[in-house]
């Protein structure tokens, strides 16, 4: 079945830094590649998208890029904020499995002033 | 638009009683997810409907967990009776099939 597997954290970051947050899966079929954010307390936001082989997502500073043939989806910013402490999930979507999401575990960051 | 929009916010309740959440999805989606979220667990998916109907409900933890959606602007989870593993963050989420699905701010389930 599909599968998304992310780094464990936390990952801590000085503000500024360059961030990664890695993401591999795993899908029978086409899928859509997602990644969303968490802040303390609330629910799932999502932070950016991308449908097909090559395509970008990009929003508030952060992108990845739907890698195919390393089956990646690898989240980038380059400089954090304080702010961007938060859990981030990367999740996938399988149009063979209607449009249900398949979540990876979760990697916290925290960033520190 | 509001958003997903889901109550309570917060649930406190005994082991055995009836526990009902709500959710109202975004108007005009098509798809709503029932997520639960643990630090054990994760995110786990119990149940999706598509255009009311419920598609996959594997997820569902056994036959104490009912959900239903009457019409395409309501959907209800029904734990009945509750256990205290079944305090939780419950999350619905709404979707258009070529879209991520967006999140309601969830309902923390406590059973004690």
């Known amino acids: 079945g599909d599968s998304v597997t992310q780094m464990e954290g936390p990952v801590t970051l000085s503000e500024e830094a360059f961030l990664t947050i890695n993401c591999t899966y795993t899908?029978?079929?086409?899928?859509?590649l997602f990644w969303y954010v968490q802040y303390p307390g609330e629910g799932l936001q999502l932070l950016l998208k991308?449908?097909?082989?090559?395509d970008k997502g990009s929003n508030k500073g952060f992108e990845a890029t739907y890698r195919k043939e390393t089956t990646s989806f690898h989240l980038e910013k380059g400089s954090v904020q304080v702010s961007d402490s938060a859990v981030y999930f990367c999740a996938l979507s399988d149009r063979n499995a209607g449009n249900m999401l398949t979540f990876g575990g979760g990697t916290r960051l925290m960033v520190k002033p | 638009d509001a958003g997903v929009i889901q109550s309570p916010r917060h649930e406190v309740t005994e082991m055995g009683q009836e526990v009902t959440l709500r959710c109202k999805p975004i108007s005009g989606h098509d798809y709503l997810f029932w997520y639960r979220q643990t630090m054990m667990r994760g995110l786990e998916l119990l149940i999706y409907?598509?255009?009311?109907?419920?598609?996959?409900d594997s997820g569902m933890p056994e036959d104490r967990f009912s959900a239903k959606m009457p019409n395409a602007s309501f959907s209800t989870l029904k734990i009945q009776p509750s256990e205290p593993r079944d305090s939780a963050v419950y999350f619905c989420?709404?979707?258009?099939?070529?879209?991520?699905?967006?999140f309601g701010p969830g309902t923390r389930l406590t059973v004690t």
């Open positions: 991308a449908t097909k082989a090559d």
């Open positions: 409907f598509n255009n009311n109907v419920p598609i996959d």
């Open positions: 899908a029978t079929g086409y899928p859509s």
């Open positions: 989420a709404s979707s258009l099939l070529a879209g991520g699905p967006y």
